[in-house]
C-alpha cells in the first residue's frame, strides 16, 4: 500500500463508507464533514456506500452533500435528486418480505448462541438485512465469537460481511459493489469499465473488500491496519491519520488533482 499523498489523478466520484472512515467513535467529526463539501463544490460526487440502513440513508440521501447513497451493504440506493427521492431495491417489496422472515428466524439463533453480541441499535429502520453488534454498544466481542456470528449466517445460506461494528447478513447475491456500479450506470451513465477510471473509494474495514479489489483508486483509514491481516485485496493508498482526518486526507488529495 501507498501513502495516500502519492495519489494523482483526477476523479469524478468518490465512494465512500461512513462508519470509521468518515466517523471517529461513532461521530461525524467537522473536519469531514467540511471535507464532504468541498468535494460538492468542486464537482465531486461523493456517494456514500454502506451497511447502515434505509432509515438513515433515507436522511443522508436528502441533507448531506451527496449524490446518493447505497444501504444495507448494497440492498439499495437512494438519490435525492431535483426535489425527488429516487429510490431503488435489489428486490421487489414480495422478496424482501419473505427475506425478513428468514432472518427473523436467525436473529434468534445468533443472539442464542453467541453471548454479548446484540442487535444493531437501528435494526428498526432495515429493510433488507440482519445487523448484529459487536463492538458499538456492546462490550467488544473477540475475533472467534464474530467468526461464530459469520458461521451462522453462512449455514443457513446467507451472506455475512465484517465491517468495524456490525456482522450483517441477507439473502441475495449483492453486495456493496454489485449495486454502486447500478448506481453509476442507471444515474450517471457510467459503465462498470468506465469506473474504474472515474471513481475512486475509501473505506476500513473487510466488508470493502469487494470495492478495494474493483477499483484502481482505492484508499483506506489508517484504522485498516485492524483488520489487515482479513483482507487478501488491499486497498492502493493508505492515510496517515484514523477515520475522519484520514478521510480528509483523502479529499485534500482529491482536490488537488482538481
Known amino acids: 500500500m501507498k501513502n495516500v499523498s502519492e495519489f494523482s489523478n483526477s476523479l469524478r466520484f468518490l465512494l465512500t463508507d461512513i462508519d470509521d472512515t468518515l466517523t471517529d467513535e461513532g461521530q461525524l467529526g467537522p473536519e469531514a464533514y467540511e471535507a ?15 451497511g447502515r440502513p434505509a432509515g438513515w440513508c433515507e436522511m443522508i440521501a436528502r441533507m448531506w452533500p451527496v449524490s446518493g447513497v447505497v444501504g444495507e451493504n448494497g440492498g439499495f440506493y437512494f438519490r435525492y435528486h431535483n426535489k ?7 428486490f ?6 419473505e427475506n425478513r422472515s428468514k432472518l427473523k428466524a436467525l436473529e434468534s439463533e445468533i443472539l442464542t448462541k453467541v453471548p454479548g453480541c446484540d442487535l444493531a441499535s437501528d435494526q428498526f429502520c432495515r429493510l433488507m438485512d440482519l445487523a448484529i453488534d459487536f463492538c458499538e454498544d456492546v462490550p467488544a466481542l473477540p475475533r472467534s465469537e ?16 465484517v465491517s468495524s461494528i456490525h456482522v450483517n447478513g441477507w439473502f441475495g447475491s449483492y453486495d456493496k459493489l454489485t449495486m454502486s456500479l447500478r448506481f453509476l450506470e442507471r444515474e450517471f451513465d457510467v459503465s462498470a469499465a468506465q469506473a474504474k477510471d472515474v471513481c475512486g ?23 485498516i491496519i485492524n483488520f489487515i491481516d482479513q483482507i487478501k485485496n488491499k486497498p492502493t493508498y493508505v ?3 484514523r477515520g475522519g482526518l484520514g478521510f480528509t486526507e483523502i479529499a485534500q488529495v482529491i482536490l488537488k488533482e482538481k
Open 201 to 223: 473509494f475509501s473505506g476500513d474495514s473487510p466488508n470493502d473488500e469487494p470495492m478495494f479489489a474493483y477499483f484502481p483508486h482505492s484508499f483506506a483509514v489508517a484504522n
Open 92 to 97: 421487489d417489496e414480495t422478496t424482501q418480505q
Open 84 to 90: 425527488k427521492m429516487h429510490r431503488h431495491f435489489f
Open 239 to 241: 492515510t496517515t491519520h
Open 146 to 161: 464474530v467468526q461464530k456470528i459469520v458461521d451462522i449466517f453462512n449455514s443457513h445460506g446467507a451472506q455475512a460481511k
Open 36 to 50: 464532504l463539501w468541498k468535494l460538492h463544490q468542486a464537482g465531486v460526487h461523493v456517494i456514500p456506500i454502506t
